[in-house]
């Protein structure tokens, strides 16, 4: 059982560069987050997804895009990368009620 | 908004010794679940235990327990018999229904030998 698979694990970008972090999972959840990690900062939730077709905002989205098409899937974009946005990203997906289950984290650093 | 807030950023123990944790929450719901997550070095974010908002019994998990004091909106982590291996970042987190996961900005852990 795979869970939630994220990809990939470390990324270096340069300023303005753009690229799409991975995410998938396996266990038919509704839900899916993607958090940034920073020191002393916590976990801080960029967007999140309820279901397919649907997405919203969380507390620092600006800079990033997602999309979900399929339950599976949920992809996050860097259209283009800045300093500020170098972090530990999660991303992680649950069902009602249930507890998040994360993947691996990327840690992306952009110069 | 809801808000978790962690007030111990960093806290260091014996090994054995027995460690809480404290948080507390703001929320205006009256139905929610509450999480600790362990982030050991590898990063990887593990669920320790959850609590039901409408559960009054405190939830355990082996050496892990939580002090759920609904009416106050705390939710501490008591870690029993410290070991070595319970060195890492601990987070409490918040979750209404429907709706998404907020997190505390975290306690570091420190097991001493």
């Known amino acids: 059982n795979a869970g939630v698979t994220q990809t990939p694990k470390f990324q270096v970008l340069k300023t303005g560069q753009s690229m799409t972090l991975q995410c998938a999972q396996d266990?038919?959840?509704?839900?899916m987050s993607w958090y940034r990690q920073d020191p002393g900062m916590g976990l801080r939730l960029i967007h999140y997804s309820v279901g397919a077709g649907i997405t919203d905002q969380g507390e620092v989205p600006n800079g990033y895009n997602v999309s979900r098409s399929t339950t599976e899937d949920f992809p996050l974009r860097l259209l283009s990368a800045a300093p500020s946005q170098t972090s530990v990203y999660f991303c992680?997906?649950?069902?009602?009620?249930?507890?998040?289950?994360f993947g691996q984290g990327t840690r992306l650093t952009v110069v | 908004a809801q808000t978790v807030t962690q007030s111990q950023p960093e806290m260091s123990v014996q090994e054995a010794e027995t460690v809480t944790l404290s948080c507390t929450y703001d929320?205006?719901?009256?139905?929610?679940?509450l999480f600790w997550y362990k982030q050991p070095p590898s990063r990887q974010m593990i669920l320790v235990i959850r609590q039901e908002a409408y559960k009054q019994q405190n939830a355990t998990e082996n050496r892990f327990s939580v002090n759920f004091q609904k009416a106050a909106k705390s939710f501490s982590l008591k870690i029993s018999d410290s070991q070595l291996g319970d060195t890492a970042m601990y987070f409490c987190a918040f979750m209404k229904n429907d709706d998404k996961i907020i997190f505390g900005k975290g306690t570091r852990l420190h097991i001493l030998p």
């Open positions: 266990m038919n959840h509704e839900y």
């Open positions: 992680a997906s649950s069902r009602t009620g249930g507890s998040a289950f």
């Open positions: 929320t205006s719901e009256n139905n929610y679940y």
